[in-house]
């Protein structure tokens, strides 16, 4: 079929002929079936479990509960960065068995692992464990939890509260709203939200007796981190844990951590001696896995008479569910406070944090982590300070813009933000959204009874620093000489297999066929970071080159010795070396192909490299017509000027940035995972609940890039894998608060769903 | 148990089942053609989208028994003779894939969708992909890739 197929990616004829392997396609011989017991109470506690009935049921072979989790000692989930507060407190991290044990905190926490012959059978049996409960009150809302009256979640975290923390002036901020001429205030939240990959989590896990060591066949994103985790969950040395990764349907950093359910299946499998494979269903999956953002913010811009801002203060109550996920609150507070100023330059700042537990989901990054965040409460902010003010929402922002002879611009709340050109983004985004023609079409729509507005937002984002200091790559070339790189990044959707070869063929001078990239694959000593933060292109693209840069002077020894001169006589370009006068040529693949009996092999090589946090940021204009009889919004138009530093493969960016905006437009619009205050039960537990964006939600984005290039990496990329997400949640709002506005409507939030635009235009009728 | 035969891809086969065996489970488990994806329990997303006697239908909302007799295809017999499918070819020339796991279902529902309306407006291809979610693409390159495989399929 190869050579009939065009494939603008890699990857993709094994994904289209349905021949990819996610986690679910993995069956081991002599494979048991799990299934989880979960807790259908918020916040009560385990008086009893009887698990005797289950084991009578047909085919099931063991159940497992809190108790063989608190035996196993399995109860500490790792965490990737605690952060202290100026007063010296750290993070409080409760401890987490991975069956429940004395009590439950959420609605889905997994309370007992069926085993059997069958999933059918083992799914079968869960209703026949008898579990008494006594059922405490529980706090779905940050402000239920924080109130004097709440039940405490976790008995070493007194009022519910992990940590507070703190980052800026606050003394410097409160000078300067002394002598502000205007304050504008803004009280807002970002909803929370299920990532959803679409493929469910899955787990085959098996135990070897004599090696002492587990095999686990799953999707994750990267394998270094995962391993450490689950040995530090786990006390099994890392050297004991096999991770089988290959495709994964979808991450958005739903994937980045340890969950409850790997060492669960671990107890499950070194116990009976059988590989026990278990399958999320997407309802457990709704309940069970880490949820996203869920950030309360309040907002005050300080602006001077000519509307140049003076300080800002920002308060986040960001709600982390019943326990701390392996990466916490990082991106909430992290993330958060190194944006903080937005692209704007603010002399004075500070933000004060809560870091609080709920008897919901834990959280988890999900696509930007707390970048999207701050740049809604940002620019929403902005908007909202332009329209109180009445100077034009572009002429404010340009009024604030970091020049470009302020970087690299250091932030008072941390960042030192590389050269950026904010202007640029908005002088190309503007015209190609014809801003200056809208109020034309504005009333051509107020005319046909629509309400119709236009919003933009100008944003900046951090990528990850990465949990390990550098990134490793390896390249190998096989028995037959086919030249393999290998990361421990793991792509799920990206492409890499198409960048990452493209990167290290276009160093080398080759055809990109002639490289192939293998991804965290078992066995590879290599230490390196995971997919995730946007940095994977940025930072292991990056070694790729080195190691293509390293592999060329690697081979000059070997090449000379072959053309019989020395080595400073040759010359390197287009996949070969040549003798100056170009009369001796020998290329890099064939002179690999004359070393292939050689084990190892000569050319091997690992190269490494630490590259840190970049700075990718944009401009995006959305415009949006409102029907006031539904409330249904529609997005008519949405222009992205992107600066994501230089790029490898167009059409894969242009693919995250469409992907990007529209789970943006999927919070926007509808994505809210919703508990019911009393009951704590999930209200939006399935699809048909919980909104998703389908096809037409965002017909068509105008794209164009700006690329101001990175000093801060050898390919000059800032990275893209957030930057649409983090731009279309300011967007999108400002667009819809735009089409509001008229009517008298200033604070609505997200999610902007039909039934509350109604109600609220509505209401403003009233008024 | 119940025995049953189908015609899968072109080959016979022929299976005992439990009479509450998902066709998506047979297919998957019993014939190993994991090409066709599970990403639901509420027949939503369209993951599990297959061709039953010529329709597209979501494999997880159908019984193995009532497949009784069935022609069906599934991702991997879609391309014959060594090509790809229009659609396959379409999606993969469009980027109309990212992680690649609502693809076959995709694949399946457009083909079918096509098949029945060779020439649909947006609003036909909206309304016809209502049942198949994707979280990567944003769905604009997969429209892209349905208009061009309809092109292709109408002159071919
Ligand atoms: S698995 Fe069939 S519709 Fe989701
Ligand atoms: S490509 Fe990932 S879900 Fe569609």
New interface residues.
Partial sequence: ?S???????R???R????????A??W?LPGQLHAAFLRSDRAHAEIVSVNAAPALERPGVVAVFTGADAIAAGYTRFPLMANFTNRKGASLLKPERPVLAHGKVRFVGEAVALVVAESA?AAHDALDAIEIEYRELSASVHVDDALASSASQLHVDVPGNLSLEWEAGDDAAVAKAFEQAAHVTRIKIGTTRVV??????RSYVVSYDAAAASYDVYTSAQGISLLREQIATLTGVPAEKLRLHLR????S?GQRSGVYPEHAALMIATKKLGRPVKW?S???EGFLSDAHGRAIQMSGELALDHDGRFLAARYEFTCDMGAYLTPGGPSGHLRNVAKCMTGVYRTPALYGAWKVVFTNAAPISAYRGAGRPDIAYVVERLVDKAASELKIDRAELRRRNFIPLDAFPYKSPTGGVYELSDFAGCLDKALPAADWAGFERRREAARKAGKLRGIGLAVVIEGTGAGQYPQDQVALEFDAQGKLSIYTTTLS????HETTFAAVVAQTLGVAPEAVTLRESVLGKEIIGNNTGGSRALVATGSVCKLAAQKLIERARPLAAEALELEPSQLEYGEGAFRSRDCEKVIGLLDLAQKHISKNPHPLNLIAEGAFGSTFPNGCHIAEVEIDPDTGVTEIVSYVAVDDCGNVINH??V??QV??????GAGQVFGEHAVYDRDSGQLLTG???DYY??????????HLSEHPVPSKLNVLGAKGVGESGCTASLPTLANATMDALRPLGIQDLDMPFTPSKVWHAIQAAKVK | MTKIELTVNSAKHTREV?D?TLLVDLL??HLG??????????S??G?CTVHVNGRAIKSCTMLAVQARGAQIV???G??KD???HPV??A?????G????????GM?MAVAALLNDNPHPS??E??HG??G????????????KAVKQSAGVLRNG
């Fill in positions: 079929m050579d009939t197929h065009t494939a603008s990616r990857e993709d004829l994904l289209i002929t349905g021949r990819g392997r996610y679910s396609d069956n059918l990532a959803s990959p679409m493929e469910p495709d994964v349907g979808g958005f399958v269903t997407r309802s799920g959707g990206q492409g059409s894969i242009e693919g469409h992907g990007g905006v529209t789970q399935s699809f048909s998703m964006p389908r096809a037409g939600l965002i017909r068509e984005i | 439990e509450r998957r488990d053609l994991t090409g066709t994806h599970i990403g639901c329990d509420t939503q997303c993951c599934t991702i991997e879609m391309a060594g090509r790809l396959q070819q999606f993969t020339d469009c980027h894939l990212q992680c690649g796991f609502c693809t076959p694949i947006d609003a291809i909206y992909l209502e198949n979610l994707c979280r990567c693409t944003g769905y604009i390159n997969i429209i």
